[in-house]
């Protein structure tokens, strides 16, 4: 019998009759950790601020934010994500990381000299001719750092020649000798040219690595689909790439869910649903991590009903829930406000030997906070304490978010003092949310002091920060405080390519 939306609250106690064993297969990702017991599930644990930008800019614009389920969605996608190894790390010796360190930044020594004769670029200008007379070491490093600066200078009004001198530069060095373009060298030059709406070059590099013997990734899916404005021109992409034989979808299972995560990733909810449908089609039945990428894009889509119906249709079939359905579980409870339906689900996982981690209290305790339950996110907080399982800096943070956007700033600064306290030290999205506290409170210059304070202790603002501040000293008529904020922000060097995004800037 398929759930409904008015028979969520019981999905706790219906969901253990359903479930009464644990899939064997997900606890290869659930080890104990040698701290504590703390589970950690191998994947995303939500402590890396990096990834938490959507989950918190919603006390920047509630409208931007939809419904946070990307908490969930996160450890799906970092779940078989490819290792982004360096190839130039080293065994951490003292010598090695020395010689490192001069290495990378003979590398970006050379870089600039590069990039200063890519910018002379003009008719009369030869540039190969000025790019050879550097005699510089053409290496896979240097590629990827003048490509990349290249990419973070690419605007409206400079885009098309930043793709000509990408490109020119992608020629030249592929003309050397002891060197050879990598996929990733291959990637960020599609990238400069996606940036640049250079979209029929971008398919010809694709064909370009077909012919070089390149592995077409799940990266040059990626690439692809996020320059595919049409719902029409995404589904023919997505189907060349199910159709391709020298699609390298490894570590997955099958191209299929390749390519489910990356869309979901991207936020293609409805294609996730036609990739579904194709997999139907050709009489390929989805594993757990099919079932759980789908489950997810349904319930972002608001289609619940489906949403319970592919939960039964994953017991029918045999399959158990792991780390990832449990959580996403959690979430759906958690924005339901359905704190006693959790509760008994928190107790099953205990019941059938799957500990919840920190992970799974954060994931509830952000959606019982989203569902203005602050008393039920309090409950939770203090019963994973009781259990022995700690919260790091992502499930604090989550509770300070919480009450800032409910007014209760005392509150907040109390988790904040204890966190430290604790052990945990305080985020960009930590700071993000109590200078927006601070700001609420009309307490302006206690916020630019904590800007400063993150600044000391090495926790360097992200644009974000900046807004915030900006924006809510502009907002108070504090137009003096707000440039000076942003003079500070360009004297550092960061994030000047963005600058006229600041609400009201006017440069002076």
């Not at 994947?43 to 990096?50: A, M, V």
């Not at 389920?69 to 982004?84: D, H, M, Y």
């Not at 050709?282 to 757990?288: A, G, Q, R, T, V």
Request: glycine share 6%; proline share 3%; hydrophobic share 40%.
């Amino acid at each position: 019998m398929i759930l409904t939306m008015k028979s969520i609250a019981l999905l706790g106690p219906r969901f253990f009759r359903r479930f009464p064993f644990f899939c064997p297969f997900s606890m290869l990702f659930s080890t104990e950790s040698s701290e504590g017991g703390e589970m950690d599930d191998g994947f995303f644990r939500l402590d890396n601020g990096s990834e938490m930008d959507d989950v918190f800019m919603r006390i920047e614009n509630d409208d931007q934010m939809g419904d946070g389920f990307t908490r969930v969605e996160k450890p799906l996608r970092e779940a078989w994500g490819v290792s982004n190894l360096d190839p130039f790390s080293d065994n951490g010796s003292g010598s090695s990381s020395s010689a490192r360190k001069s290495y990378f930044d003979n590398v970006r020594l050379d870089a600039s000299r590069v990039l200063e004769v890519l910018q002379q670029h003009s008719p009369g200008f030869n540039t190969i001719a000025a790019l050879d007379e550097l005699q510089i070491r053409v290496s896979g490093a240097l590629v990827r750092e003048v490509l990349f600066e290249i990419l973070k200078r690419v605007n409206y009004a400079n885009r098309e020649r930043c793709a000509k001198l990408g490109y020119k530069f992608f020629v030249w060095s592929d003309q050397h000798e002891n060197y050879r373009h990598t996929v990733n060298a291959y990637h960020l030059i599609m990238k400069i040219f996606a940036e640049s709406d250079e979209f029929k070059a971008m398919w010809r590099l694709v064909d370009e690595m077909t012919e070089q013997g390149f592995p077409i990734t799940a990266r040059t899916f990626q690439i692809l689909i996020c320059t595919c404005g049409e719902a029409g021109l995404a589904r023919r992409v997505v189907g060349r790439f199910l159709k391709s034989k020298i699609f390298n979808y490894r570590p997955f299972k099958h191209s299929y869910n390749a390519i489910l995560l990356c869309l979901l990733g991207l936020k293609q909810y409805k294609l996730v649903e036609w990739v579904h449908q194709w997999m139907l089609l050709k009489d390929h039945s989805p594993d757990i991590l099919s079932y759980n990428i789908v489950m997810c894009a349904k319930y972002r889509l608001g289609k619940l009903d489906e949403f319970h119906r592919l939960l039964d249709e994953l017991d029918k079939n045999g399959f158990s829930p792991d780390f990832h359905t449990f959580n996403i579980l959690l979430r759906l409870l958690g924005k339901g406000n359905k704190p006693l339906a959790a509760l008994d689900l928190l107790n099953h996982m205990r019941e059938v030997g799957f500990d919840p981690s920190v992970l799974h209290f954060t994931t509830l305790i952000d959606g019982l906070s989203r569902a203005g339950n602050l008393d039920a996110c309090k409950y939770f907080f203090d019963e994973m304490i009781r259990l022995g399982c700690m919260p790091d800096v992502a499930c604090y943070t989550v509770m300070i978010t919480g009450y800032i956007v409910a007014g209760e700033l005392e509150i907040a600064q109390g988790l904040f003092e204890e966190m430290t306290v604790r052990g945990q030290l305080p985020n960009v999205f930590t700071y993000n949310s109590m200078i927006r506290g601070l700001c609420m409170a009309n307490k302006f210059e206690e916020a630019c002091s904590m800007l400063e304070e993150m600044e000391s202790r090495g926790c360097n603002p992200n644009f974000l920060v900046y807004n915030t501040l900006v924006g809510s000293l502009q907002n108070a008529g504090k137009l003096k405080e707000a440039h000076e904020v942003i003079r500070r922000m360009v004297d550092m060097g960061q994030y000047v390519h963005l600058i006229s995004k600041l609400k009201r800037y006017r440069r002076c």
